[in-house]
C-alpha cells in the first residue's frame, strides 16, 4: 500500500509569493495534519482536518489556509510568503483523529523562500 | 511554557553501547498521550510508540525500550547496543485532552552512532 504523499518534493519561491502544497494520505484515513519544521526545530501543529472540516488550528497566521478534499486529499496554502516560511512542510495522516491512532507522516515538501 | 523539553541536543556514542534519550513533559492534563518518532536523514517521521497517561507499564520492543514514570513526568527512550542505522533525529511529542490532542514536539535529540 502507498504511504502518505506529497508533493512537490522541493520548491523555491520569492518573498510575497503564494504556494500550494498537496497531500495525499493513506488509502482510508480520513484525518490529515499538516506541520511545519524549521531546521533544527522539532514540527509545529498548522491544521488538522478530519471528514473535510477544520478540527484544530495551530498558532499561524491568516496567511496559511488549508482544506480537505472529498477523497480525503489535502493542500495547504501560504499567501505572502516570507523568508520565514522556508520549512519543511509535513502532512501526516491517521484513520481517525488522532491521538487513537498514529499519524503517519509524508517526506514532506521542503520550501525555500528567497 | 515548554511543555515537552528534550534537554539533550546531540548525543554520540560508539556502536554497540547503549544510550538513552531523555524527554520531560508538562501537562495538567489527566488524559494525555506521548509519542516518540524518528526521523533519519531522508526526513520522512517513523512513528515508534505511543503511550497513554493511564499505562505506565514499560515497554520493549526488539533493542528499543521506554521508561515512562508519571512522577518525574518523564518518558525516556533506551536504545540497546546501538547501531549505526540508528543515527536520526529523535523526537519526543505530547498529545492533551485539554489541547484538541494537537501533538506538542519537543525540539529534537540528533543521535550520531559512530562504527
Known amino acids: 500500500d502507498a504511504g502518505v504523499t506529497q508533493s512537490p518534493t522541493h520548491l523555491i519561491k520569492t518573498r510575497g509569493q503564494h504556494v500550494t502544497l498537496r497531500c495525499s494520505p493513506i488509502s482510508g484515513h480520513k484525518s490529515v495534519s499538516w506541520y511545519q519544521q524549521v531546521l533544527g526545530q522539532g514540527p509545529q501543529f498548522i491544521f488538522q482536518?478530519?471528514?473535510?472540516?477544520?478540527?484544530g488550528r495551530g498558532n499561524f497566521p491568516d496567511r496559511f489556509s488549508a482544506r480537505q478534499f472529498p477523497n480525503y486529499s489535502s493542500e495547504l496554502n501560504v499567501n505572502a510568503l516570507l523568508l520565514g516560511d522556508s520549512a519543511l512542510y509535513l502532512c501526516?495522516?491517521?484513520?481517525?483523529?488522532?491521538?487513537?491512532?498514529?499519524?503517519?507522516f509524508g517526506p514532506g515538501t521542503r520550501l525555500t523562500v528567497l | 511554557a515548554q511543555k515537552v523539553t528534550q534537554a539533550q541536543t546531540e548525543i554520540s556514542v560508539v556502536e554497540k553501547e547503549d544510550v538513552t534519550l531523555d524527554c520531560v513533559y508538562e501537562t495538567r492534563d489527566t488524559t494525555y498521550y506521548l509519542f516518540w518518532y524518528k526521523q533519519p536523514p531522508s526526513g520522512e517521521l517513523v512513528f515508534l510508540i505511543r503511550?497513554?497517561?493511564?499505562d505506565e507499564q514499560n515497554e520493549i520492543s526488539g533493542r528499543y525500550s521506554w521508561n515512562f514514570q508519571k512522577s518525574t513526568s518523564s518518558f525516556n527512550f533506551t536504545i540497546t547496543a546501538s547501531q549505526v542505522v540508528d543515527s536520526a533525529v529523535y523526537f519526543c511529542a505530547l498529545s492533551e485532552a485539554n489541547s484538541n490532542y494537537q501533538l506538542i514536539w519537543g525540539a529534537g535529540t540528533k543521535l550520531i552512532i559512530k562504527p
Open positions: 482536518y478530519y471528514e473535510k472540516e477544520e478540527r
Open positions: 503511550r497513554n497517561s493511564f
Open positions: 501526516a495522516s491517521s484513520l481517525v483523529r488522532v491521538p487513537y491512532n498514529e499519524q503517519f
